[in-house]
């Protein structure tokens, strides 16, 4: 279950290209509140999320990148097809509108504790044998297939992935040069229970021709690391083989909406996403060879549980699970639990359940029945082994925060970019 060292590291063989578009946005004529209409990514929220956001605004973007989960009560057709012709009709009237000139945009988040700032262009799709672009997480075909309909219906990208890569700041004197100026965007969060509540969100534009195809060189030579959206990526690939095999030539299937962050200017928070699994009696559970499994005087999780330990909990008592024996240093925990804990408790990986929050994961556990697992975070040095050498973790192992705004800026395919 080791990774091999960096003298399995594969040689990339394709750049990294950033491109300018028109981005889509809500148009402050018809929407004065922005926060109003935005949302977290699709896979953080959980329904009552959902519903919050739906209470807010009847356009709020969710109806577009969740539309399964947000269906009229009476629509009877596809909801994806249902979503598309929403999103043509925004447009149609004005409520959504592409900026006039293409460009890369500048994005800066977060709130008093942590702020990032990145660039949002469509990123030139690259398979992995590329290694301009690097997964580290397996996907789930389920939620592949379910984002490629939702994008192949709106013939659009409306959540930007979000790409890491180490730039030593070649490119913080454009991106400080367009932060001088007026934001197109200025917005904070409502106050709400999401996980980003209350953050600041500020959006540029760099139109000059000059200084994007600079931006593009100083970009290119890198190597990037999906930190967030590896089934959308996915998606993106899919989608350009389907153009392919459909005997379509070059288009905007070539490129996927990304936000490309430099790590070395701002680090991003690397956290644990947890697991609960229904039907699993906590009082029953007996341990693989090599675990201990103890109890907890406490009535919820600690802070941070310690590497190679699981807490585990039904939502009403509270067991750990610690490895008894140390492991490669190099194994993360995701490792352990989907190679030895579940098979030995006979858990089919399609039962598993994930949770960006131990809220969710808690509450989950204690509907359902079952048992939520919370996980210690890998560390970044973990990850990027993994990536460098072409394999991959368990599927939904990282959480890099803070996350983008979904509904900002889109691209939308018949605009161009």
Known sequence: MGHPGTGGEQPRTADLLLSPFHGLRYNPDHVDDLAAVTSPPYDVMDRP??????????????????????????????????????????????????????????????DGDLTVC??????????QTERSVLPHEDVIGDIVADRLAMMTAAQANLEPILLVYDGAGTTAELVEAARTGAPLIDVTEAPSRTPSSKRRHRLWAITDTGDVQRLQRLIAPHQALIADGHHRYAAYLELRRRSRRAGA????????????????????HLGAIHRTVPDLDLAALTP?????????????????????TFVLTDGHSWRSLHAAAPSMDTVTDTELLHAVVLPEWQVPADEVRYHHTVEQAVRAASRDG???????????????????????????STSFGPKPRTGLVMRRFADGG
């Not at 693989?288 to 190679?308: C, D, F, H, K, N």
């Open 49 to 110: 999320m959902i519903e919050e956001l739906l209470r807010r605004h009847p356009r709020n973007v969710v109806r577009l990148i969740l539309p399964r989960l947000v269906a009229e009560p009476m629509q009877t057709d596809d909801p994806n097809e249902h979503a598309a012709r929403q999103l043509q009709r925004w447009t149609a009237q004005g409520v959504l509108r592409p900026d006039p000139e293409p460009g890369l945009y500048v994005y800066e988040y977060g």
């Open 118 to 127: 990145g660039i949002i262009g469509a990123l030139e799709l690259s398979e």
């Open 249 to 268: 030539d070059a288009g905007p299937w070539d490129r996927g909406l990304a936000l490309l962050i430099d790590s070395s200017q701002y680090p991003l």
């Open 288 to 308: 693989p060879e090599g675990y201990v499994l103890g109890q907890m005087t406490s009535t919820g999780p600690p802070a941070a549980p310690a590497s190679r």
């Open 370 to 396: 079952g048992i939520a697992v919370l996980l210690h975070p890998p560390r970044l040095e973990q990850v990027m082994a993994v990536a460098r050498t072409g394999t991959k973790l368990p599927r939904k």
